[in-house]
């Protein structure tokens, strides 16, 4: 196997009695697109800052193409930054900005002329090199800023919520060509970001972060089917929480406090008086099931609402004899048209899709 661009080792970082980035251990592949996930002063920024050199570790090391680099200054370190707030020069058009770091270099005109072409076609800015700053629309200074580093052909571009300042159509629309751009370019990503949709969406990895720790490293698809941790369950994606206990323990059982009882699944060992959440995906319950469907759990909901958002189109209902407020993804097709506000409704959901986290 090729060595990993990036191989962090007992990294720590504290700030006085405050412990920013707890011990982390993990390490990037090369050419992979590796998404940071977290919520707001987890420590995303703070690892990033280390990464790049310009905040030093209390502890641990970094090594890079396996080179220790846990002391290297950022200038020496085949590494780059793209910071939030994007930092272009606004005096200078946007060839000037993208040349900025090859002419520090000290590469000839020559080259970096070409080298400035090539990139801006590679992010779709070709005939915008005399532009000013202020001319561009947001997510043209995104893609100028993000050329202004790969130009340099780093190891590792770091990304710290690139797409932050811009509206939510932009976020879509520039999601999916960071994508593209990272997949043509071949250069290792490492992405910070609390949004994860962005995370699930690009990357071929994801470390959730919380509370300067990571709580699983993954893919997206076995983040969110496979959660590690009730913090993972809850971050990522959209799920109902009910809180339950242990009615019986094989196979597993869970009681709710209004008397529903459920089959479900955990990943570790349960003991009795263990307070549990059990954690349910709107799209896992299966409306009206066929009563050949054998082994799944049955209740019945009363809408309370239906939120219609296209294909994600929602029904608010509660599940009877109770007020607890449950989601269900509503099924894109005309089968459950009829359903109206004040329904009863028949629902189902298999054991493998109810998990069982200690609260
Ligand atoms: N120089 C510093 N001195 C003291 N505390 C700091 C310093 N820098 C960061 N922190 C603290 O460390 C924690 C992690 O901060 P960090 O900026 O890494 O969070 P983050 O995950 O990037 O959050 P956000 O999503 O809001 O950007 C925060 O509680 C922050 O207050
Ligand atoms: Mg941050």
Known sequence: MNTPVLQIQNLRKTFADFTAVDTLNFQVEEGSFFSILGPSGCGKTTLLRMIAGFLEPSSGTLLIRGKDMT?????????????????????????????????????????????????????????????????????????????????LEPSLLLLDEPLGALDLKLREQMKIELKKLQEEVGTTFMYITHDQSEALVMSDQVAVMNKGTFEQIDTPRNLYSNPATSFVAGFVGETNILPVQV?????????????????????????????????????????????????????LLTVQNILFDG?????????????????????????????????????????????????
């Open 71 to 151: 002391t290297t200054p950022p200038n020496r370190r085949p590494v780059n930054l793209v910071f939030q707030n994007l930092a272009l020069f606004p005096m200078m058009n946007v060839h000037e900005n993208i040349a900025f770091g090859l002419r520090r270099q000290g590469l000839a005109g020559r080259e970096i002329g070409q080298k400035v072409e090539a990139m801006l076609e590679r992010v779709h800015l070709s005939g915008f090199g005399k532009k000013n700053i202020s001319q561009l629309s947001g997510g043209q200074k995104q893609r100028v800023a993000i050329a202004r580093s790969l130009v």
């Open 247 to 299: 009615a019986s323990r094989r196979p597993l059982q869970v009681a709710t406090s209004f008397g529903l009882q459920l089959h479900a699944t955990a990943g570790i060992d349960l003991n009795d008086s263990d307070s549990l959440a059990l954690y349910i995906r709107p799209e896992s319950i299966i409306l009206e099931p066929s009563d050949s469907m054998k082994h799944i759990n049955r209740f």
């Open 311 to 359: 294909s994600n189109t929602k029904l608010l209902a509660t599940i009877a004899e109770s007020d607890h407020e449950f989601t269900v993804a509503l099924p894109q097709n005309q089968q459950f048209a009829h359903i109206a506000k004040g329904d009863h409704i028949q629902a189902g959901v298999h054991p493998e899709s109810c998990r069982c986290f200690v609260r």
